[in-house]
């Protein structure tokens, strides 16, 4: 059963930074690739950052640079810290866990192939 239970959203201004936390069991982290995208009401999905087959990070280029994904696997949760936030990073952030038949996780996340969390607002001002 997939639970991803996810944190650290806000309210920050234009420049800050936030790190969202998501964590959940062994067994989901072990079948799974796992990542985060964002939805801004009344529009898509957005794939952001998954790690994908042997560790390799992946980025949206819209967020490279500037977002960073990592994983700890002792204890089954994912990171994404978001230094240099802007104003269009507003939006709701969902944890996504991308079953690992798929390896084109933003993709797979953008189409809505995945598990994902309750979400966390993130509001950047300007």
């Known amino acids: 059963q997939v639970d991803l239970v996810e944190s650290g959203g806000g309210s920050v201004q234009s420049g800050g930074s936030l790190r969202l936390t998501c964590s959940d069991s062994d067994y989901v982290f072990r079948r799974n690739y796992m990542g985060w995208f964002r939805q801004v009401s009344g529009k898509g999905r957005e794939g952001i950052a998954g790690?994908?087959?042997?560790?390799?990070?992946i980025y949206a280029e819209f967020v490279k640079g500037r977002f960073t994904i990592s994983q700890d696997n002792a204890n089954n949760t994912v990171y994404l810290q978001m230094n240099n936030l802007k104003p269009d990073d507003t939006a709701m952030y969902y944890c996504a866990a991308v079953p690992r038949s798929r390896t084109d996780l933003l993709q797979a996340m953008s189409s809505g192939y995945a598990y994902w969390s309750r979400g966390t607002q993130v509001t950047v001002s300007s």
């Open positions: 790690v994908g087959p042997n560790g390799v990070p």
